[in-house]
Each structure stands twice: as structure tokens, then as C-alpha cells.
């Protein structure tokens, strides 16, 4: 049974991958890295994994197949490395880095390795999102995300939740950009909306966020020759119709952690690394999603 490492328990772990991981057990020996003894404890009584280490270097000495990372952004960089160094496959949680050159460094490094680095994009593998990337011909793409009253420091909100829509963009739109325009509003060095339109040769990409917009909402649109769909906080499907909008939901049975893409994710990055497969989320749009933040961020002092 082939080892699979897990560093960082906070919450992004404990609500978005350990429940996951818990369904494994009789796939992958798992074994999470913590220092904290009460919280392997509380995983242990809770998930029922068995094998806890304190250090990266502890865990590296069990030579597991893969880790996965979920620690602040602040040190992805030196711990992914190490990982790689070590000949270890890895998945993290985006953002990879604020600083676009580490990004490609890691990428650079895991290529030299013949291993693979996946950015944890779980957006990509939500089932609806999945619908509208199945969108042929598509001519307009609006990825949005809105909070009711949030501002937060500019870097931060775009490299901790404007990428998300940044990315999902990046997933749907199928042509090679040929122009970027981008637009910042703050307030005290707080973002309060962030746009970028996206131009293809058939295709206009318009990605937003909205840090002050009055509600909390998730919104991906496609529209192609003869159709429109627009997918609402990942769980609302809707088709629009002359003179009707049909809507589909989710099935109820569904884990949540499915439908926001977590659970197909996981797997499918577990499949690459176990058989040596494609890199799941691709290289070259993991550094796009990451450049076009980047790029936005830098736009501030231009």
C-alpha cells in the first residue's frame, strides 16, 4: 500500500481533503504531520488515521509516494522544494506562490524530477463547471465571485479568492489569449473590485470580483453559438431558453465536497501519481492562472 503525506491540518485541511482521505484508508496509508499532539489525536478519534510525524523531515523519511501540502502560502516555496529534492510528488493549495517566479522555479524543478506539482484549482473538476467547459465554440465567458462586505489587502484577495475565478476562466476559455486588459479599485490598500477581461480570437473573457457587493455568490456563464449556462455557487446548473430558464441542482445525496470538485480532484491526482499519469492540472495553466494575479497585482504601481 503506498504511502501518501499530508502537511498542514488547519482549516482548509480538515473541512476540504481529510474527510476525503478518510474514505482511502484501504487505498493509501496515510500519514499527516502535525505538531500539535491534541489535534493528531482529535484526527485519529475522528478519521481513524494512525500514523502522525511532527517534522517535514519525519515524514519525508517514510518516502511516501506523494504529499499533500496545505500550509500558509508563505511556506510553499521551501517546503515544496524539499519535497521535490526529495523525490517526492506534490499537491498544494493554491496559490503555489504570490511571487511568479517561484512558481515557475517549482514547475521547472518538478520537470527536472520527472514528478508532478499540482495546484489544488478544485474548481476545475466541479461537475457543472465541467458542463460548461463542454461548451463548444464558446464566444463570452464571465467568471465572478462576490462577497457582501470584505475588503481585504489587495495581494491577498487576489491571490487568495480572485484567483479562483481567475482560474476557472483559465479552465473554460479554450483559445490562446492574445490580450489582456486589467482594472483595480481600492480603498486604503483594500481591494473592493478587481476585473480583468481576457480576448481570444472568437472569445471575450470577463473575470470579477467584488469584495463590497452587497451578498456572497459564485457565478461562471458561457455562452456559445446556440446556447447560454450559467452555474450559481457550483451547485445550481442553469440553461437559458427563448422564453425559459431550465435550472438543475445537484443531487441531494451528493457530498458537498463533490460538487465543489475537492473529492474528484484528490482522486485524480492520487490516479496520476499511482500510474504515472498526466498531471491533472497542467503546468502551463496552473503559471497562466498565477501570472494573470500576479500581472494584476503589478498593475497597481503602473
Known amino acids: 500500500m503506498e504511502k501518501i503525506g499530508v502537511i498542514g491540518l488547519g482549516n482548509i485541511a480538515q473541512k476540504a481533503y481529510l474527510p476525503v482521505m478518510a474514505t482511502l484508508q484501504n487505498e493509501y496509508e496515510w500519514h499527516l504531520t502535525t505538531r500539535n499532539e491534541s489535534k493528531g489525536i482529535m484526527l485519529e478519534q475522528k478519521y481513524g488515521f494512525k500514523h502522525f510525524h511532527q517534522t517535514l523531515d519525519e515524514l519525508i523519511a517514510e518516502k511516501p509516494l506523494a504529499v499533500f501540502v496545505h500550509t500558509p502560502t508563505q511556506t510553499h516555496f521551501e517546503i515544496i522544494s ?21 512558481v515557475k522555479e517549482l514547475y521547472k524543478l518538478a ?134 430558464t431550465i435550472q438543475k441542482s445537484r443531487p441531494d445525496w451528493e457530498n458537498t465536497l463533490v460538487t465543489r470538485g475537492f473529492d474528484p480532484i484528490i482522486r485524480a491526482f492520487l490516479e496520476a501519481v499511482s500510474v504515472n499519469g498526466d498531471n491533472p492540472v497542467s503546468p502551463e495553466s496552473s503559471i497562466l492562472s498565477h501570472k494573470l494575479c500576479f500581472d494584476l497585482v503589478n498593475s497597481i504601481s503602473e
Do not use: W
Open 111 to 244: 520537470k527536472e524530477k520527472h514528478l508532478l506539482l499540482t495546484c489544488g484549482f478544485n474548481r476545475r473538476f466541479a461537475p457543472f463547471n465541467q458542463e460548461l467547459k463542454s461548451i463548444p465554440d464558446k464566444r463570452t465567458i464571465i467568471s465572478e465571485k462576490i462577497r457582501e462586505n470584505s475588503p481585504q489587502p489587495t495581494k491577498f484577495a487576489i491571490f487568495d479568492l480572485m484567483i479562483h475565478s481567475v482560474d476557472t476562466a483559465v479552465y473554460l476559455m479554450d483559445e490562446r489569449i492574445k490580450k489582456v486588459d486589467n482594472f483595480l479599485v481600492t480603498d486604503s490598500d483594500n481591494l473592493e473590485q478587481g476585473y480583468i477581461t481576457l480576448m481570444g480570437k472568437k472569445t471575450q473573457v470577463q473575470i470579477i470580483t467584488n469584495m463590497v457587493g452587497g451578498s456572497n455568490l459564485e457565478l461562471s456563464t458561457v455562452q456559445g453559438i446556440d446556447t447560454r449556462k450559467t452555474v450559481t455557487n457550483l451547485g445550481l446548473l442553469q440553461t437559458y431558453k427563448t422564453g425559459s
Open 82 to 102: 524539499q519535497l521535490l529534492e526529495s523525490g517526492i510528488n506534490v499537491y498544494v493549495d493554491k496559490p503555489i506562490s504570490e511571487e511568479l517566479s517561484e
